[in-house]
């Protein structure tokens, strides 16, 4: 049998078309129902780390997550695109994001951080699925062990420089050009031998 990887496109694209964003001071956020899976606990105990550094720094946190009040963290809870007031909150958090952040102990693919890269946002991701193909460097991203809290405080420090989150930034949004649909529709057409009905050269996903 043979086998081709065509990779997923973005289902929202959110934050796009904001107005160009501030760079500083960090402000990262997490978007994940699965809490625990989705490395929530070990984010919180990382992202208190920097505070001690950057003081000023925030976590927004949408999702599945417990009772939050630790200092510079905002919850947000679950939310839902389908819900024009959440859709609007969504915008307004990938618009003032600097960072999307997301330490998964496994995961699949990750469309989180295609959307955030849709939108200009770099990302830190889990080294076990996915995002080692999506964001790891150059694409526009970082990505950590599982369970590695040293790994991930140094990956938010990195990316807490302005410089360097507006940089990865900027090749995390040429990165998203290659997930969208209508590309993994042209990658499933080359797949099976097959020509775009135009004539014009197919996409892949390199």
């Excluded at 819900?83 to 989180?112: K, N």
């Amino acid at each position: 049998g043979r086998s081709a990887v065509v990779g997923l496109g973005a289902n929202h694209r959110i934050g796009v078309g904001a107005p160009e964003r501030a760079w500083g001071p960090p402000r990262f956020l997490f978007v994940g129902i699965d809490w625990e899976r989705k490395g929530g606990p070990l984010l919180l105990r990382a992202f208190s780390r920097l505070r001690r550094i950057c003081p000023d720094a925030i976590l927004d946190v949408v999702g599945g997550h417990p009772r939050l009040d630790a200092p510079g963290v905002s919850p947000h809870g679950v939310r839902s695109q389908a819900d024009a007031r959440d859709s609007d909150l969504m915008a307004e958090l990938f618009a003032h994001a600097t960072c999307l952040v997301m330490p998964s102990l496994v995961e699949p693919f990750g469309i989180v951080h295609i959307e955030a890269a849709a939108a200009g946002v770099p990302s830190i991701g889990s080294s076990v699925g996915g995002p080692r193909d999506l964001i790891a460097p150059p694409a526009g991203g970082l990505v950590v062990d599982p369970g590695d809290e040293e790994g991930l405080f140094e990956a938010m420090r990195r990316l807490s420089d302005p410089a360097t989150a507006r940089r990865m930034g900027e090749a995390a949004r040429e990165r998203a050009r290659l997930y969208t649909w209508p590309k993994v529709a042209e990658r499933l057409l080359r797949a099976m031998g097959l020509q775009a009905p135009d004539g014009h050269d197919l996409a892949e996903l390199m």
